[in-house]
Every structure is written in C-alpha cells, then in structure tokens.
C-alpha cells in the first residue's frame, strides 16, 4: 500500500506517450485518487525517431492524499526506446523501476541515443530495479490475427505498456477498453489489436516473474462534489461558455492557432449547441481586430495566443483600451524570445502584458494558479471587462494548459450572474454622451443601431463625455489619467491573493501563475519542519492587491520564484521598495518542491550575499542564472 506514485511514460514522438499517459490519469482519477500531471513533448510534428529531440513523456503523480505538482522524483519510468532512457532515467528516485522496451536497444539506436555501451548490460542501472521486456514482441503476438500489418500493429506497443502499468499500480482496463471501444468504432481491427495488446500488458505483469509484488493507492479524501479531470486550457474554455450564459451573451472567440493555446479553440469549436461563435482567423492581428469588433457588436469577444501573439497584437490591444470596449485576451505563455519554446513553458510575459504597448496603456491581469483555477480566473475576466468596459488579459502557460488535475464540477445556478445593462435611452441632456462615467470609471456600453445612440469609436482621443475627437493637452492627461485610475480602482471579482501559513514570520515566499503548486507543497513542508514561513500567491497581477504592501512588510524576507529572470521581483522591488531576493529558472520546465525548499534554506541559512538578487539553485549551475533586477 502506497500514499501516492509518480509515474512517467517515455518513447519517441509517434509511440502514443502522450495517450497512455492520459488514459493512466483518466483511469486514476476515475478511482479517486488526486491527480496531477505534466505532459512534455517536442515542438516537431514527428521528430527524427530516435533522437533525445524526439523524446515525448507524459509524467502523472496521483496519490490518496492532496498533491499540487506532478512530483519532483519519478516512482516507475517507461522508456519506450534508449534515447526516452537517456533523458529521463536522472528523474528516477534510487531503487525506482524502469520498464524498458528491451527491443529496441538494438545497436543503432543505442548509438543514436549517445550511449557508448548498451546501458542494459553495462551497469547503469545499479541503483534502479529494471525490467526488461520484448513489448514489440510481445504486442506482435497479442495482435497477431487481427489481419492488420506489422506497421500498425507496432502502434499498440503503448497500450501494452500501459496494461502492465495498470497491473503494477492495480488500475482496471476497462475504462480504456471503453475508450478504445469508442475511438476507433469504425476501425474493428484496429479497436481489437489495441484491447488485445492491453490486455496481454497486464496479463503479462499479471504471469510474469518479473514482478514480486503489486501496488495499491487507496482513494482520496476529496470534499463532497461531481469532479472531473479538467487540463487549463479545457477548464478556460468551458469558463468562457459558462461566462457567456451568466452574461447572457453571445460568445465569439477569434484566434490564429498558436502552440500552446490551440486546444482552447479546439475545445470552443465542439460547443456551438451553447451559442458559441468561433473564428479561425488568417493572423494575430486579424483575430484580435475581430474579437473587439464583436464586442463592439455586444458579444463578448475575447481572443487567445502565446507570447509571439501577444506582440502581434499589442496595437490593437491599446485600441481596446481606448474605446473602452470589453475584450478578454488570454495569453498562455510559452518559452522565449521569438519562437522559442513552443511547447515548454514559462512565466516570461509578464512586464509584456503589463507594458508592452505604446502610450499609457492600462490593462487589467489576472493569472491563473491551476488548471482547475483556470475556469474561475477566465469568468471573473469577462465579470472585469464588463463591470470596467476595459479590455482583460489572462495568463497562463504551457504547465497550466497541457497539465491536468480533478475539478469539482460547480453547481452553474449558484454561480454569480454577470450583470450588463446596455443604454436604451440618451444619458445627457446634450444627447447620449458615449464617455459619461458611472461610479466605476466605466463608459456606457450602447449597442450600435440602437436609436437616438449613434457614436462613433476609434483609436484618436477621445474628448471627455462626448467622444469627439480631441487633441487638447489638458484633455489627453485628463482622459489618460481616468483610464488609470479605472484600473487601479477595480474590484477583484475573485481572491486577489491565494494566502498559505500565517501573516508574519522570517520568509515569504511570493508566487503568481502555475508556480502555486510547487510553492505551496515546499511551504507545508517548511513549516512542518519548523520554518517560520508562508505563501503568498497572487492572482490579480494588475492592479497588484491593495493589501500587499502590509503583508510584505511582516516577514524578514521575501523570495519570489518565477519561471523568468525575475519579473514579478522587480515589480515589487520597484513598488513596494522591498529587498525580495528572487528565485529563477528559465529551462522550460516547471518548478518542483525540491528547488523551492532548498531556496528557501539557503536564503534562511544566509548562503545569499548581501544585496543580491537572485538565490542559486542547486543543480543549476550550467543554467546561466543572473540579473533581470
């Protein structure tokens, strides 16, 4: 009996990882364990096969007590081929398994790999338990009289990698039998080979002598509720649907596909039974400019891309701001400059979404902690953007939109209602008046053809209250300045701070965005050591919380950690004259609890000279850490 596993697929880019893995996780939490996941795969269609370029995994910690990251050490590795060995047997914890598809060691991909010696006959695996096992064969034989060739019948390899699996760990096959059953309907022999193969995985870890013992993972204690397995980008989707009915508004997503944010149109695509409008445009710009003129029409418009997109989009964004109109603008950040990372991630936009447009450009930000916490971040977006009449971005990243974890399925009637009311009527006695403020800061949002309410929008200032084109230099400060103060006046339409472990102490410890989990867990196993210390993860980046400069000022440190060269830190050094020390890592790979932890220690155990910047991470010495402070 085990408390929680982490287990990682490995093989090339074509060997379905990435669909074992997600049946493993569907599998566990159907079971009810917590679940969280990391996929990873290369940015190329189909790598070269055999490369450590070409390695794609799927990495799932699901256990029977709650868990916020995908684990730091690997329990159980598959490695499909040498090279998904190679560049993953270091993540293994020492006595871990490593199930290898001992068929494809063969001369050349050892050496392909970059392997000196076959590493299953030299000893590197002294410190591991491993299990060698002839998959393809194996699979060949399961699948042997479906009359499919030797070509597609080595695509089920991964499903009898994941039945031995569901042996090892005590998973039932049917649920991915039923999943079978239904992918592939049309393709009997296709849907017979796969469920054969599966099976004969987990008859084989059944019958074999290979294993002296099977693992159990009991339930989890989860709160009372309907969950689901829901990935960041599913929950944003779902999140702009459920907006769309607490507003009662028509949903128009427009967007150029971009890794990592297309499965958020993918998803938008199968709902046009809920009034959703979905528009694949021929650029960034093009979709932008779409999405305000559907706002503009009434719907809510909102689009989605990565950091190259969100340059692209940067003069029209300021456009948004200038009209007034309400745009949402998810931005699921990926690894950088130019095209970068595509599908890794990182936290790198942050001072580009905060400034990265011409002029004094305010804009309202909200990140995203989770991928569960992705559903509520993208309603309270459109709630902002409607109560302000502002455009709002939305951060995620790569971790957020391709990673999984169970979401309690909300009860949509006790969900709080978007209220928009649009002007029916003239709001002045000189006629209607399209930059008359309420309370808010916010302009009245006419919708174009109503009668009496004609007005014209563009990107020239605006005169205060009429509209009218305007040059004038008291004017222009005078409208500037309301636009700031719009947004720095804005009332979060959820938690603006995600608060862990008590309100003064020697370290906090300040995160935003997908570094919650990681932060989280390291902090309750800091304080359960005895570490004066607490987590302070901030949701609502733009305006920064109003109760922030308090709580900072109540511990001896302040260390941030971000998947950058120190944004966040520098804002709050900035704004807060705060010494935070920060804590970076720009490798395209998430933060685990390990890293955080021993930040923290070696921040406490003052390893950090004075004035400096930024916290060495162990094991990071060949990352070309510094500045960006």
Not at 59 to 69: C, E, L, P, R, V
């Amino acid at each position: 009996m085990l408390s929680g596993v982490t287990v990682r697929f490995a093989g090339d880019s074509g060997d379905g990882m990435q669909l074992a893995g997600t049946q493993f996780t569907d599998t566990s939490a159907l079971v009810g364990n917590d679940i969280s996941t990391l996929p990873d795969f290369p940015a190329e269609i189909r790598a070269p096969a055999g490369t450590l370029a070409g390695v794609s995994g799927f990495q799932i910690h699901f256990s029977s007590n709650d868990i916020y990251t995908p684990g730091d050490d690997v329990h159980a590795l598959v490695a499909m081929n040498p090279a998904a060995l190679r560049t993953n047997l270091r993540s293994v914890v020492s006595g871990g398994i490593v199930i290898v598809n001992e068929d494809a060691f063969t001369p050349k991909d050892v050496t392909k790999a970059g392997y000196a010696k076959n590493p299953l006959e030299d000893g590197t695996f002294s410190n591991y338990r491993l299990i060698k096992v002839p998959i393809n064969k194996l699979t060949a034989a399961a699948a042997k009289d479906t009359g499919l060739g030797a070509k597609d019948i080595d695509r089920c390899k991964n499903m009898f990698a994941l039945g031995l699996v569901y042996w090892l760990y005590g998973r039932p096959v049917e649920p991915t039998v039923n999943y079978i059953k239904s992918k592939f309907s049309k393709k009997p022999a296709v849907e017979q080979a796969n469920t054969l193969a599966l099976k004969a995985g987990y008859a084989f870890g059944e019958t074999t002598e290979l294993f002296n013992e099977q693992y159990q993972v009991p339930k989890a204690k989860l709160a009372p509720g309907k969950y689901r397995k829901i990935t960041g980008n599913e929950a944003v989707a779902i999140g702009m649907v459920a907006a769309s009915k607490l507003a009662n508004k028509e949903l128009v997503y427009c967007s150029y596909p971009i890794t990592p944010a297309s499965d958020i149109l993918h998803n938008l695509s199968t709902f046009k039974n809920y009034g959703v409008v979905t528009f694949q445009a021929e650029d960034e710009i093009a979709a932008i400019g779409a999405a305000i003129g559907a706002s503009f029409g009434g719907a809510l418009g909102v689009t989605g891309t990565s950091g190259p997109g969100i340059a692209l989009k940067a003069e029209a964004i300021g456009l948004a701001v200038m009209t007034e109109l309400p745009v949402v603008i998810v931005d699921v950040q990926r690894g950088g400059p130019s095209t970068g990372l595509p599908t890794k991630t990182e936290q790198a936009d942050l001072l580009q979404v905060m400034y990265g447009r011409n002029g004094e450009c305010p804009v309202p930000i909200i990140a995203a902690s989770s991928p569960a916490d992705c559903f509520n971040a993208t309603i309270e977006a459109f709630a902002i953007a409607t109560k302000y009449m502002t455009p709002v971005i939305l951060l995620s990243d790569g971790y957020i939109a391709n990673g999984s974890e169970p979401w309690v399925v909300p009860q949509f009637d006790k969900l709080e209602k978007i209220k928009i009311e649009h002007p029916t009527q003239k709001n002045d006695d000189r006629g209607f008046m399209p930059y008359k403020r309420n309370a808010d800061g916010a302009r009245p949002w006419a919708i174009p053809g109503t009668a009496g309410l004609e007005h014209r929008l563009g990107g020239l200032e605006k005169q205060d209250v009429t509209g009218s084109v305007n040059y004038e230099p008291a004017n222009h400060e005078k409208m500037v300045r309301l636009r700031q103060a719009k947004v720095n006046n804005l009332k979060p339409a959820g938690p603006d701070i995600l608060w862990t472990g008590p309100t003064s102490g020697d370290l906090l410890i300040v995160g935003w965005g997908s570094t919650y989990g990681a932060i989280k867990a390291a902090t309750l196993e800091l304080r359960n050591a005895g570490v004066a210390v607490a987590a302070c993860h901030i949701r609502y980046m733009n305006p920064l919380p109003a109760k922030l400069a308090e709580m900072l000022k109540n511990f001896k440190h302040v260390m941030v950690p971000e998947m950058n060269l120190g944004q966040l830190r520098l804002l709050l050094r900035s704004k807060y004259l705060v010494d935070a020390k920060g804590l970076n890592k720009v490798r395209g790979q998430p933060f685990t609890i390990g890293e955080v932890v021993a930040g923290a220690k070696s921040l406490l155990g003052g390893e950090v000279p004075a004035g400096a910047q930024e916290i060495a991470m162990a094991g990071a010495e060949d990352a070309g850490i510094g500045g960006g402070g």
